[in-house]
């Protein structure tokens, strides 16, 4: 069995208003995140998945519970940077994180200030480029990249901290349809090839399905953990909290609210395509 690299143990959370009122943001959330997985969390806003993310790394400390990164308890002062070290984040908007005018310069940013010798920078500078993708990019100017390069720059940049941990919360929200593939699959390959845990906090369906593991968030609280095939095949549970379901799924659910014998775990395309083949050919042979 894989060891825990985020552990959350009855974690609570409140956001201080002004007004003295803190609804409670996280309620009693229990997740255990081993090493080398990928697991998507989804949420519609306002679940509380953001928050949780922020409590991966220290961002936020929690009102109650605990949380621990590779067995670290994140509100021990003395053990944060080790912890930023181990956890790396990537936000919605890349523009926040790009700090240099030019793409190698900005990579190395982090490295640098952790104190690691120049001819190591170099390395990891190179070896995130490479790993994302956009080692021909490293002379450009960032701000003339599109907004999937963008993103795969601030991921490059995280990278170079050579984490064990990557936590993207929402990183494709501001991206067209061609970035968002572009950082889905950076993710998946750093994950596959370079066991990284990824932690994906996203409300995107297709993007949730591609993970190993998926858990659903509403109200603070966790209310389903297992497979994305197993996850999305309570369809009516999931709009009972305001989600949708891929294509796929949903197009196989209305099948079977027809009478029709279609299987509710086909995700991906292919097998969603199989199933109407299966279906279409037994059809075929009951007319003749």
């Not at 953001?50 to 409590?55: D, I, N, W, Y």
């Amino acid at each position: 069995m894989s060891e825990a690299m985020l552990e959350a143990k009855q974690v609570r959370f409140s956001y201080v208003s002004a007004q003295g009122v803190a609804p409670l943001v996280l309620d009693g959330v229990d997740l255990t995140i081993e090493q080398g997985s990928f697991v998507a969390i989804l949420g519609h806003n306002g679940s509380g998945k953001s928050t949780l993310a922020k409590h991966m790394n220290s961002i936020l400390l929690p009102t109650g519970g605990k949380v621990y990164v590779n067995g670290m308890d994140t509100s021990d002062e003395a053990l944060l940077l080790q912890i930023r070290q181990t956890v790396g984040m990537v936000f919605q908007n890349p523009d926040n994180q790009i700090v240099a005018n030019v793409v190698e310069e900005d990579v190395a940013f982090a490295p640098e200030n952790l104190g690691v010798e120049p001819q190591e920078i170099r390395r990891r500078v190179d070896d995130a480029l490479k790993a994302v993708g956009m080692y021909e990019f490293r002379e450009h100017a960032p701000h003339l990249l599109s907004g999937g390069q963008k993103q795969r720059i601030a991921i490059a940049g995280v990278i170079a901290m050579e984490p064990q941990c990557i936590v993207l919360d929402e990183p494709t929200a501001m991206l067209d349809p061609i970035g968002r593939a572009d950082v889905l699959k950076t993710i998946k390959t750093l994950n596959r090839e370079r066991g990284v845990t990824v932690v994906l906090i996203t409300h995107h369906m297709d993007e949730a399905a591609q993970a190993d593991r998926l858990v659903v968030m509403t109200k603070g609280k966790v209310i389903a953990d297992s497979t994305p095939k197993q996850v999305f095949q309570d369809v009516e549970g999931l709009k009972a909290v305001g989600l949708t379901v891929p294509d796929t799924v949903q197009l196989m659910w209305e099948l079977r609210q027809e009478g029709l014998d279609v299987p509710l775990d086909a995700l991906s395309d292919e097998e969603c395509a199989l199933a109407l083949k299966q279906l279409l050919s037994q059809s075929i042979q009951r007319m003749e």
